[in-house]
């Protein structure tokens, strides 16, 4: 039998009148905006801030007092299911937690705090961080200068600029002997370790260890970043500073896939990654940075002749070749990740909007902007309208008063009557929901815009009324 999987429920950070609070996907106010200042949510917690800005009293709606874990300075009088809170005023105010029903189930007590991550969160105390649980209890006392968050049940911690990890019951499980430490991701973590070893000015060289501690990489490779697909760019530990900036790529096991030869090598994206050279150039006659790409293999798809090379999307890229005109404009073009041209360098610009859309300029009609499709079929032209991104794939057609006439992107079309939207600006787009703010033309008041909601098919869930509208983030993450 099969089961619906349950859907995520995302809340929205809201501002108004420098207070912030939380709203559903409906526009309901699940957390009322009586907060000074909030972080993410994490294991449906998330930290909230009484006192930052405006010290006073604030009354939110709580869970039941525990005596013992209240701060003597405070004052908590009870008034039905609702707190009256009165912080005395410090710089920061102080943090607590609230759950995804706008309850405030650990008490406003921490000097800061982080997001929860596998059900720990940590918590600064009289200038020194420990951590707690979910119930508010605390599991690892506040003794170290700083810690990272919980993941693959090790937390980085630090002491006196030493750094190692404990587990969840607080044991210092890899010594505290780095000078700086990540947190682990798939098995590994990267950690700075000190380096004596050479004469170049180095202080200490990035490794990379697993759970246990042990060291995976070897002491000749200062690692740089890790990438997500388990490759690794690093540089020789021993190099002169002058070629300290050098990058190849390595995998876990230490194994070199490409040499240190790239000034600059980028995250991978559909298989290939951005890479840059130093080379002189004959028009020019010095040397300037020079684009391609290479693969995860190492090999170079593209050679580093390019003037300009973005990142791959959808299985495209924009490049750009050098040209001895000098004019400060550039022949862009079109390639697939086999590094093949999809269109020529017959374009004054190109950017991926999605799979099916980009926005361009050709070298013939410099003034003319277009939308076409990866083959350079015109779909639309623009004419004197403008053109705005909204986010999650949708665009939207704006004319000179910025209102929107025409929306491209997204497999099923937002049915909004535009005639029923004038003087009104669509801002961003995400889950189903576009933020809106009406449009008055009195550019004195910008400052005072307010943000608003509707859905796709134009009915208003929030009327404008917030100075900020953030993105709806799950609150359960991570599970």
Not at 171 to 190: N, P, R, S
Not at 243 to 252: A, K, V
């Amino acid at each position: 039998m099969a089961f619906a999987q349950k859907e995520k429920r995302r809340l929205a950070q809201v501002w108004v009148n420098d207070k912030c609070g939380f709203i559903d996907s409906s526009g309901s106010e699940v957390i009322p905006s009586i907060y000074d200042d909030a972080g993410p949510w994490g294991n449906n917690l998330v930290p909230v801030n009484i006192g930052k800005y405006t010290p006073g009293p604030v009354s939110v709606l709580m869970a039941p007092i525990d005596p013992g874990r209240t701060s003597p300075t405070d004052s908590i009088n009870r008034k039905e299911k609702y707190i009256d809170i009165t912080v005395k005023k410090e710089e920061n105010g102080k943090w607590g937690y609230c759950n995804a029903s706008g309850v405030l189930v650990i008490p406003v007590q921490f000097t800061n705090t982080t997001f929860f991550y596998e059900g720990m969160a940590g918590v600064e105390i009289n200038g020194k961080w420990g951590f707690i649980d979910t119930k508010g209890k605390t599991v690892v006392q506040p003794v170290y200068d700083t810690v990272g968050y919980f993941s693959q049940g090790l937390a980085a911690v630090a002491k006196n600029g030493s750094y190692g990890y404990i587990n969840l019951k607080g044991e210092e499980v890899i010594k505290l002997q780095y000078t700086h430490a990540d947190a682990f991701e798939k098995g590994y973590a990267k950690v700075l370790e000190k380096y004596t070893s050479g004469n170049n000015g180095k202080k200490s060289i990035g490794r990379m260890i697993d759970l246990k501690g042990k060291a995976v990489t070897d002491a000749k490779y200062d690692v740089e970043t890790n990438f997500s697909n388990g490759l690794i760019s690093f540089s020789l530990a021993a190099s002169k500073p002058e070629d300290s900036f050098i990058y190849g790529l390595i995998n876990i096991t230490g194994q070199v896939i490409t040499p240190p030869v790239y000034r600059e090598i980028l995250n991978f994206s559909d298989g290939l990654a951005r890479v840059m050279v130093y080379k002189r150039h004959e028009f020019y006659d010095e040397f300037v940075p020079h684009y391609g790409y290479i693969d995860t293999r190492g090999r170079e798809v593209v050679k580093p002749n390019l003037a300009k090379a973005e990142s791959f999307n959808y299985g495209m890229a924009v490049v750009a070749r050098f040209d001895k005109k000098d004019d400060g404009e550039s022949e862009h073009a079109l390639i697939n990740a086999k590094g093949e041209q999809v269109l020529g360098f017959n374009w004054k610009s190109l950017i991926i909007l999605d799979s099916r859309h980009l926005l361009a300029n050709s070298i013939k009609n410099p003034y003319e902007n277009v939308i076409i499709d990866p083959n350079g079929k015109k779909l639309l032209s623009l004419g004197g309208n403008g053109f705005r991104g909204l986010g999650n794939g949708l665009f939207t057609v704006v004319n000179v008063e910025e209102e929107s006439t025409a929306f491209i992107g997204l497999n099923k079309r937002p049915a909004i009557d535009f005639s029923k939207n004038k003087k009104r600006k669509f801002i961003s787009y995400q889950f189903g929901l576009i933020r809106y703010t009406d449009l008055d033309g009195n550019y004195e008041e910008s400052g005072k815009i307010k943000l608003g909601l509707m859905d796709l098919k134009g009915n208003i869930l929030v009327k404008p009324k917030y100075n900020e509208i953030m993105d709806f983030e799950p609150t359960d993450y991570p599970l």
